[in-house]
């Protein structure tokens, strides 16, 4: 009879080293063009390069799903640190920010991935 794993659907949290976390941000912010052309279903070659351009510098390795999650929280922590300093105007739900999100929040600042995608007919 098999063990059962009563973790295997449990997220795993990794702590991202503070010079990792800042190459993610400026590779993404690099990639930024690359990822208002490329479809959803095909910026997974994006993601695997930034991964491997972390892996590359640093002694941390994430993998691709890893840098995109990490980004997405970093986003999300971006916003809500907006959301507080601006009082919430919105009254959208907030929580206390992140180490992470106040380090990152004048990295974030430009927005820069707030443009709109070039959709592409072929691709």
Known sequence: MAALNLNANLPVYIQWPDDAALTLIQRRRAYQPLFTT???????????????????NHIFRPTKKQC???WNALKS????LERLINRNPEGYPTRTPTLHDERFHQELSDEFWRV???????N
Do not use: C
């Not at 922590?77 to 809500?80: D, I, K, M, P, V």
């Open 38 to 56: 490329t479809r959803l279903h095909n910026q997974n070659q994006l993601w695997r390069g930034i991964a491997r351009d972390i892996r590359n």
């Open 116 to 122: 709109e995608r070039k959709y592409l007919l072929f």
């Open 77 to 80: 922590g971006y916003e809500n």
């Open 68 to 70: 995109r999650e990490k």
